[in-house]
């Protein structure tokens, strides 16, 4: 069992930045591929980066590409999510998942573990 906890979300103005970070109780993190998911209000979970369990290896989704990176240490057993010039269409409650499956992926089904989720709001 993988606990993940995220945290860094808060209320911002649009062109703004922030880090979110999710810390996992499990070692090795380094077994895992990690995921930021979010969910807005009125719409599904949207797959937004995923970072391979080597660190060398990223998926974006398009709505991020540019604005957003992901990193990890697996010597703190964290996966960051650094995002720039925040929009207010990326006000959202954003997830960490966790994956063991070999290869990454956008689909949700492919994350074993999650996290509660950190709101991010950004106003206009």
């Known amino acids: 069992q993988v606990q993940l906890a995220e945290s860094g979300g808060g209320l911002v103005q649009a062109g703004d930045s922030l880090r979110l970070s999710c810390a996992a109780s499990?070692?090795?993190?380094?077994?895992?591929?990690m995921a930021w998911f979010r969910e807005a209000p009125g719409k599904g979970r949207e797959f937004v980066a995923v970072?391979?369990?080597?660190?060398?290896?990223?998926l974006f989704a398009d709505s991020v590409k540019g604005q957003f990176t992901i990193s990890r240490d697996n010597a703190k057993n964290t996966v960051y999510l650094q995002m720039n010039t925040l929009k207010p269409e990326d006000t959202a409650v954003y997830y960490c998942?966790?994956?063991?499956?070999?290869?990454?992926?956008?689909?949700?089904?492919?994350?074993?573990?999650w996290g509660q989720g950190t709101q991010v709001t950004v106003s206009s």
């Open positions: 499990r070692r090795p993190f380094s077994n895992y591929h």
């Open positions: 998942a966790a994956s063991s499956v070999v290869g990454i992926f956008q689909s949700s089904d492919k994350y074993t573990y």
């Open positions: 970072l391979s369990r080597s660190g060398t290896t990223t």
